[in-house]
């Protein structure tokens, strides 16, 4: 008689989890490359709509806070100014949008192969990247044309982009896990990133913001954020408590997309 293996979940820990995640980072890799031609080189534009999205929203916001609505910016240029709070909030509503069907469109190996599946929803992270390097290309160019140095804080802007990078996984697997278990979140994502544009000091700081209503802005985690990339570009005050409530946040935020995400895992194949 044959002998036969029975796969039986298990309840793993988030140690042992993301263990079993390491052994298929190749996974994640071709996930990531499967993503970046399906998002470019499989449109018409190809990678020119890396640059034109980004530098349209650029235009747009600059005009509409800087010369329209005249926002202190400290005597920066609105579209430089933007242009740094852009960079970061370009990839997480990159990712956002991405990660909401990233699971659905991947269902034919879902269904039929064991892989850990949150690996979806951090490649759709990593892919994320190329709309950031571009924003930071625009940055650099805006300084160069404004004949004007950066701060010297930016040699802690690695330690934002690790920061935006756990922020994108975090989102991505949130948004992944919510939209395959409700399906009608996929409605509700692009509602949230038009709200969270203009409720996130992108397009102006957070000090424009009268101080009453100042604790709103304390609330949303990407306030932190967009504030801590201004302070390595431009200098000035450190912006410590928001960067505190931004940490506190993020951690919650992101072991807890990934506890739920495995509860949803188990059935991922059912639900799909």
């Known amino acids: 008689m044959k002998e036969k293996t029975v796969i039986t979940p298990t309840g793993l820990s988030l ?5 079993d995640l390491f052994r298929f980072k190749s996974l994640l890799w071709a996930f990531s490359y499967r993503n970046l031609r399906a998002k470019y080189a499989q449109t018409g534009a190809g990678v020119l709509w890396a640059l034109l999205n980004p530098l349209i929203s650029l235009l747009i916001l600059g005009f509409v806070f800087g010369k329209v609505a005249k926002m202190d910016m400290n005597g920066i240029d609105p579209f430089l100014f933007t242009s740094v709070g852009l960079a970061g909030w370009t990839y997480i509503s990159s990712v956002a949008a991405w990660s909401g069907t990233a699971i659905v469109n991947a269902r034919n190996m879902v269904t039929k192969i064991y892989f850990p599946r949150i690996v979806i ?19 650099v160019f805006l300084f160069w044309k404004n004949s004007m140095m950066p701060s010297f804080n930016l040699i802690y802007l690695p330690l934002f982009i690790v920061a935006i990078l756990l922020s994108g996984g975090a989102t991505g697997i949130w948004v992944a896990a919510l939209c395959v278990r409700y399906r009608d979140f996929l409605h ?3 509602f949230l990133l038009r709200i969270g544009l203009y409720a996130s000091p992108v397009a102006y700081s957070i000090l424009a913001v009268d101080s009453e209503y100042r604790w709103i802005y304390l609330i949303n985690p990407l306030t932190g954020l967009l504030e801590g990339i201004r302070w390595c570009f431009f200098g000035g005050i450190f912006p410590g408590l928001e960067m505190i409530v931004f940490a506190s946040i993020l951690i919650v935020f992101l072991v807890g997309g990934i506890l ?9 194949a059912d639900i799909i």
């Open 15 to 19: 140690v042992s989890y993301l263990r």
């Open 121 to 139: 929803p951090l490649s759709t992270a990593l892919v994320g990247l190329i709309d950031f390097t571009v924003v930071l290309l625009l940055i």
């Open 188 to 190: 509700v994502v692009p």
């Open 260 to 268: 739920y995400f495995t509860r949803v895992e188990k059935n991922i």
